[in-house]
């Protein structure tokens, strides 16, 4: 199937994902200057946004449950309502404590019910199984094209207008997710696809047959190491480099990288899952963070080799995405699938609770980022060989109404 032949909801997933995501991955930039307003430390930041993951992730399941149950467009909207409303408020607060509940709970929850969860679990209702993984990939790659635009935006207004300013543009701009939720209709996998839908399995049912699942497991400790991951960088990466002596705008270029270099490398890793073993390209890509993760520890840092950092863990920054959404779609079907890649995009942000919250953490006591990037590049090794062992095969259920 080509991509251009993808139904209308991918598309308005895509855009909603453009702007969800592309707001988030700039929030690392918000670091110094709002630590430097309320006169904190960069731990008081880190753990916002620490609280903003993992709470960006506890609402995951229950949303997955909620999309399942009554569609995606419902939630979508209710999101980029609370999305606007934590970073307008964020931008007016003068009590630092009050950005627990605006950038942390609010937009943790926005992001829940505007991200990848609810978006791949209707992008798996309309695409064939065949070509889930393409689907995945270039909706994955949606939040990094947003990455690429947004970020760069970011830094001119935080330049010229301040960041309580920027927040608030970045509020008015979440209302253009209303307006793309509007064009996404509550549907089921077309009849043209071929892929079958088992209705008559129970959300109880569907949970029970994956928590015994031992392969589902491992997916969750492989999505937690990713977590870990892009959260620390995209946090971290801004400091980290001002820290070396580096102007200011390298750290914006370096992530608009990662996001550039992120659309063609989540599209890639897809159709690799689609032709290939997922698991197997997952350890490939795990093995190649590692490796890219260690040279930019190792090697002088540069506005050089910043940029060429961003451009290469941009390449597998989110491919994760799509392989591991697809494992979860490939193992237990679609019916359910919003309900237990949330669950497992809840141990992500777990990782990215850590991530996040760890590296600030570290660097506070130690005055220095360099064990958090060794243990970076050490779970990655681990992620690689997690996904080995996994049983990918359909649980008999789906198995057996494929081959009907």
């Known amino acids: 199937m080509s991509i251009f032949r993808f139904p209308l909801?991918?598309?308005m997933g895509i855009a909603i994902l453009i702007v969800s995501l592309g707001i988030r991955q700039s929030f690392g930039i918000f670091m110094l200057p709002i630590s430097d307003t309320f006169n904190t430390g960069r731990e008081f930041f880190s753990f916002t946004i620490a609280l903003q993951n993992l709470l960006f992730g506890v609402f995951q399941p229950f949303v997955g449950m909620a999309s399942d149950r009554w569609g995606p467009r419902r939630i979508i909207i209710l999101g980029a309502v609370a999305y606007s409303a934590g970073l307008y408020l964020t931008s007016i607060t003068t009590d630092p404590s009050w950005l627990y509940l605006t950038l942390g709970t609010l937009v943790g929850f926005g992001l829940s019910a505007t991200s990848y969860v609810i978006i791949l679990g209707a992008v798996a209702r309309v695409v064939p199984a065949e070509h889930t993984a393409k689907a995945f990939g270039l909706t994955t790659a949606a939040g990094s094209f947003g990455m690429f635009a947004v970020i760069p935006g970011?830094?001119?207004?935080?330049?010229?207008?301040?960041?309580?300013?920027?927040?608030?543009?970045?509020?008015?701009?979440?209302?253009?997710?209303?307006?793309f939720a509007s064009f996404i209709k509550n549907t089921n996998i077309s009849s043209k696809t071929n892929t079958p839908i088992d209705d008559s399995q129970s959300l109880t049912q569907a949970l029970k047959e994956a928590f015994n699942h031992r392969g589902y497991w491992l997916i969750h400790a492989g999505f937690f190491i990713c977590g870990f991951h892009v959260m620390f960088i995209a946090i971290h990466l801004p400091s980290y480099l001002a820290d070396k002596g580096l102007p200011v705008a390298t750290a914006a270029m370096a992530l608009a990288y990662v996001g550039i270099f992120n659309i063609f490398g989540s599209y890639f890793w897809g159709v690799m899952g689609d032709k290939f073993d997922k698991r197997y390209v997952m350890t490939s890509l795990y093995l190649i963070r590692s490796v890219v993760i260690a040279g930019f520890v190792v090697l002088p840092v540069t506005v050089d080799t910043a940029t060429i950092f961003g451009a290469a863990i941009g390449f597998c920054w989110l491919g994760t995405v799509p392989l591991t959404s697809g494992l979860v779609r490939q193992i237990f079907g679609a019916r359910y699938m919003s309900t237990l890649y949330g669950l497992v995009f809840f141990t992500h942000q777990v990782g990215s609770f850590l991530g996040a919250w760890v590296g600030g953490l570290v660097y506070d006591y130690y005055g220095s980022y360099e064990p958090i990037w060794w243990s970076t590049v050490v779970l990655a090794l681990c992620a690689a060989l997690i996904h080995l062992p996994i049983n990918d095969r359909p649980v008999p259920r789906l198995a057996l109404a494929t081959a009907a």
């Open 154 to 179: 970011a830094q001119a207004l935080l330049s010229n207008v301040g960041w309580q300013s920027a927040l608030q543009i970045f509020a008015l701009l979440c209302c253009l997710m209303i307006a």
């Open 9 to 11: 909801l991918v598309w």
